[in-house]
């Protein structure tokens, strides 16, 4: 158990629509990242936050966006759903920025 | 921009070792990461080595450094069954972290 928690753990939606997924970091970490993962694009980078504040962005669409709470934990907004989309979506968090990164396990998204 | 690279596919019989090789281009790299992929779930964390250093030894898990070529290496002794996952190599550096497409390796009985 790396000790990040994020829910749901599989999200079935339609196309249009808008989702947030939810992640907790391990207790002590300050960063959280977002990564995608799908067959055809592998592992790709979205954002990520320290402390509640924006550190650098990755491959993230317009159509979504993060934010990291006071307490730390993060969320993932995806809007206008695409089929697209459909994919893996993985939080990590470390405790500052040159440190392992710890992943949770993940939540499936599919849209149809 | 920078690239971490390792080939797809790796597959090997039960008792040998597996050998997994990653290439990276930013020489500015601090920690070299290996992450482990079982079906369903997220990345564990293996193991990692500091860019200083050139060996790193853990059970059956050895990861060598060749910072002059920008080559990284893991190997599995005695691999098994339960070994069977996706590897990715990663890197860090410079705020950022890049990992590679991951190599799939099989176990065969």
């Known amino acids: 158990d790396s000790g990040v928690t994020q829910t749901p753990k599989h999200l079935i939606t339609a196309t249009g629509q808008r989702v947030t997924l939810r992640c907790s970091p391990r207790s002590g970490d300050l960063s959280v990242y977002w990564y995608q993962q799908s067959l055809d694009q592998g592992l790709q980078f979205l954002i990520q936050y320290y402390n509640g504040e924006e550190r650098a962005k990755g491959n993230i669409l317009e159509r979504f966006s993060a934010q990291q709470f006071p307490d730390l934990h993060s969320e993932l907004n995806l809007s206008s759903l695409e089929l697209g989309d459909s994919a893996l979506y993985f939080c990590?968090?470390?405790?500052?920025?040159?440190?392992?990164?710890?992943f949770g396990n993940g939540t499936r998204l599919t849209v149809t | 921009g920078e690239d971490v690279e390792q080939s797809l596919f790796l597959s090997v019989r039960e008792g040998d070792s597996s050998v997994i090789n990653c290439t990276y281009t930013?020489?500015?790299?601090?920690?070299l990461y290996w992450y482990k992929q079982e079906p369903g779930a997220g990345l564990q964390l293996l193991t990692y080595i500091f860019s200083n250093m050139d060996m790193k030894q853990d059970q059956r898990l050895t990861v060598l450094l060749n910072k002059k070529d920008k080559h990284l290496s893991l190997r599995i002794a005695d691999t098994q069954t339960g070994d069977s996952a996706i590897y990715f190599c990663a890197e860090s550096g410079n705020n950022d972290m890049r990992f590679g497409a991951g190599t799939r390796l099989t176990v065969k009985p």
């Open positions: 930013d020489s500015s790299s601090t920690y």
């Open positions: 990590a968090s470390s405790a500052k920025w040159d440190s392992p990164l710890h």
